[in-house]
């Protein structure tokens, strides 16, 4: 019988990766506001930059700090992937399955709600969640 449950760990830690990665990606190479945010605003880059000065500047350090806890939750992940979710302590599957919607579930919704050119992309980043939880629950 295939053993699931270092499956579901790993799986799980592969979530908290992505999400390091994501993290990374916020605090060094996103740019301040999209194509997607300015078509959702309805509005011009040269707009934005007239009307708004500091925005692009402000909108930066928004998502440094996005970014860190972005980073942060991953690194949590990975560490309770490691741990609490491997060992099957209890309470290990509710703080997961909550941390999942909280964090990446909660952004891809609304990545689908404002329809975010990335909102398929940030789904596959939330599949290790949802397949890590489902192994989990399949291992007795």
Known sequence: MLKLKP????ML????LLLVAMGI???LLRPSLLPEDLRYMGSTLQNAKE???DLLKWLQKVF???GGYIFTTGLLIIFIALTSFRKRL???FNIVAIAGISSIGLMTVVNFMIGSDFKWFLLIFTLPWIIALILYRLHK
């Not at 499956?7 to 790993?10: G, M, N, R």
């Not at 830690?13 to 908290?16: C, K, N, T």
Request: glycine content about 16%; cysteine-free; hydrophobic content about 50%.
């Open 51 to 53: 009307n708004i000065p």
């Open 7 to 10: 499956y579901s760990a790993s």
């Open 25 to 27: 990606y916020f605090v």
């Open 64 to 66: 440094w700090v996005m």
């Open 90 to 92: 209890r309470g290990a």
């Open 13 to 16: 830690a592969l979530g908290g």
